[in-house]
T-cell receptor
Framework: AQSVTQPDIHITVSEGASLELRCNYS??????LFWYVQSPGQGLQLLLK??????LVQGIKGFEAEFKRSQSSFNLRKPSVHWSDAAEYFC?????????????FGTGTLLAVQP | DTGVSQDPRHKITKRGQNVTFRCDPI?????LYWYRQTLGQGPEFLTY????????KSRLLSDRFSAERPKGSFSTLEIQRTEQGDSAMYLC??????????FGPGTRLTVT
């Protein structure tokens, strides 16, 4: 069965420090991978996506993610975190090659940013 | 493009009451999805529509839940005889494959 694991429930970083959020997936075919961000009480905003091609993808707000098939990972990175990045981050895998295009989400990583 | 909208944004109801939520997708999107998100969890897929046809329902969608998309535009999600375990954020998303789904702001349901 498809699944997504985000091993870090909560991460705290200092403003200006680098960030890496981990995501591992289990999927039988070529995965379609996504990172979404959710601010408190809000819906989900897409940060970036990987469908095919270059394994390093750039997203909005200075985020990037690297797809590593050998490790079944799609980690999210940002070189310098801003206070406004404090939010919850969700990794998802999509059944895009199939019929539904539904997404399977991880449990999320809550990011706190210290001044 | 005004994005996906959901109404109401918040709903407080007493156990046993029925509630209905509405989702208006992005106009040219033919697919519409409902997800449920409980505290501390990621969104979980409930059901989706291709135009007006409901093509898949999750096992999470008990008999008390029903979703419709009568004209292939907006959708409603009704929960009958609400239970405290139904308290959650209900998210709607729409897409036009192969593009990714766009999510609405969600409806927060609290069952007292």
């Amino acid at each position: 069965a498809q699944s997504v694991t985000q091993p870090d429930i909560h991460i705290t970083v200092s403003e200006g420090a680098s960030l890496e959020l981990r995501c591992n997936y289990s999927y039988g075919a070529t995965p379609y991978l996504f990172w979404y961000v959710q601010s408190p009480g809000q819906g989900l905003q897409l940060l970036l996506k990987y469908f095919s091609g270059d394994t390093l993808v750039q997203g909005i707000k200075g985020f990037e993610a690297e797809f590593k098939r050998s490790q079944s990972s799609f980690n999210l990175r940002k070189p310098s975190v801003h206070w406004s990045d404090a939010a919850e981050y969700f990794c998802a895998v999509g059944d895009y090659g199939g019929a539904t295009n539904k997404l399977i989400f991880g449990t999320g990583t809550l990011l706190a940013v210290q001044p | 493009d005004t994005g996906v909208s959901q109404d109401p944004r918040h709903k407080i109801t007493k156990r046993g009451q029925n509630v209905t939520f509405r989702c208006d997708p992005i106009s040219e999107h033919n697919r519409l999805y409902w997800y449920r998100q409980t505290l501390g969890q990621g969104p979980e897929f409930l059901t989706y529509f291709q135009n007006e046809a409901q093509l898949e329902k999750s096992r999470l969608l008990s008999d008390r839940f029903s979703a419709e998309r009568p004209k292939g535009s907006f959708s409603t999600l009704e929960i009958q005889r609400t239970e405290q375990g139904d308290s959650a954020m209900y998210l709607c998303a729409s897409s036009r494959p192969p593009q990714e789904p766009y999510f609405g702001p969600g409806t927060r349901l609290t069952v007292t």
